[in-house]
């Protein structure tokens, strides 16, 4: 596998991932929210929430992250069933040490993606840092990988696909899916 990185470890990172988290706003959407009428609407890209239910499939568990509540944040984290749901204004590292001691993983198996300053303190901790190609200087100087696409628009399936590929699951992915 060919992976143009800064980190020369990206793929024994991307081997001990056994969890994978993420910010929403920015990183499963392209920043957009679209207020008036009954309520909000956001843009999800439809690859990003297959690469999840991907890792999903492999036994890897999913965790969104937000510091923005949003009913179409839930709505969509219900669709795709994400194992982990927290929306709290802050508290994004609490949050992830909260989903480990119910998980019993550490933070060397987390994969954290995300996008701007809130998420400094978990892209810090994290086994595989990740930030999108839109994301703000100092989250792209925090972690191990930057992804080619940018947030909402491909840039969580750029990764999942990463994470099988190193952990030799993508191809039984696929047979399952051309059988």
Known sequence: MHLVTR?????TRLKCVKIFLCDVDGVLTDASVFIGGKGEIKRFNILDGLGLVLLRRVGIKIGWI?????????????????????????????????????????????????????????LKRAGLAVAVANGVTEAKAAAHYETKAAGGHGAVREVAEMILKAQNRWAALLADYAA
């Open 66 to 122: 937000s510091s923005r509540p949003s009913p179409a944040t839930k709505l969509r984290a219900e669709e795709l069933k994400i194992d982990f749901l927290v929306q709290q204004k802050n508290g994004k590292v609490a949050a992830v040490e909260r989903i480990l001691a119910r998980t019993g993983f550490t933070w060397a198996q987390v994969c954290y993606m995300g996008d701007d300053v809130v998420d400094l303190g978990v």
């Open 7 to 11: 980190h020369p470890s990206l793929v």
